[in-house]
């Protein structure tokens, strides 16, 4: 009994303290109690976003939702939904393109036309989620740490929809590719 006892309270903790490293067992964090993902040191890679043919609007909509906007798939960007109604973001999208477009007809010709399933998630840090997305992380005291480069001339392919992080002395910033160039956000 004691044993059952012992293998239940092991899987829950496991449950409720999980993470994620992709690409080795040791990551870029070193202090690991507030992350849900991690990434491999020195990869010189980058995670990319989901391509959408259609932008998301209504109340299922979660703050810190990122995607690519392939909506018109000559003028694709890259953008974050902040929730925040204004005149340069009528739908509370934040276009982090910066206003460049990219031409990725080439590249969504490769991609599925047909409609997923609405429903289908990957949630990390919970069993469930009011939000929706591919990749949804549950928590309110966790995060994820993107993959850190020193420079996107590092990544030789980018893809359409990656992001980035530059950890370089001078010049720590998001870095989004929207298929044609690199936009730089600075905290």
């Not at 392919?157 to 690199?182: D, F, H, Q």
Request: include cysteine; aromatic fraction near 6%; hydrophobic fraction near 45%.
């Amino acid at each position: 009994m004691k044993k059952i006892f012992s293998l239940v309270a092991i899987a829950l903790s496991a449950c409720a303290f999980s993470q994620v490293i992709f690409g080795d067992a040791t990551g870029t964090a070193s202090n690991k109690q507030s992350v849900l993902v991690d990434f491999a040191a020195g990869q010189n890679k980058g995670i990319i976003v989901p391509y959408v043919r259609t932008v998301p609007l209504g109340a299922g909509l979660a703050e810190g939702t990122i995607i690519l906007d392939a909506s018109d798939q000559t003028n694709a960007k890259v953008k974050f939904y902040n929730g925040v109604i204004s005149a340069g973001s009528p739908e509370g999208w934040v276009d982090l393109s910066n206003g460049h477009g990219a031409n990725i007809n080439g590249v969504m010709t490769a991609q599925p036309v047909l409609v997923e399933d609405a429903g289908a998630k990957v949630i990390i840090g919970g069993n469930s989620s009011a939000a929706d997305g591919v990749l949804v992380l549950e928590s309110n005291t966790k995060a994820m740490i993107l993959p850190m480069i020193q420079d996107t001339n590092d990544i030789l392919s980018p893809a359409p929809g990656m992001m980035v992080y530059i950890n370089k002395t001078g010049s720590k910033r998001l870095a989004v590719y929207n298929g044609e160039g690199w936009t730089y956000w600075k905290p």
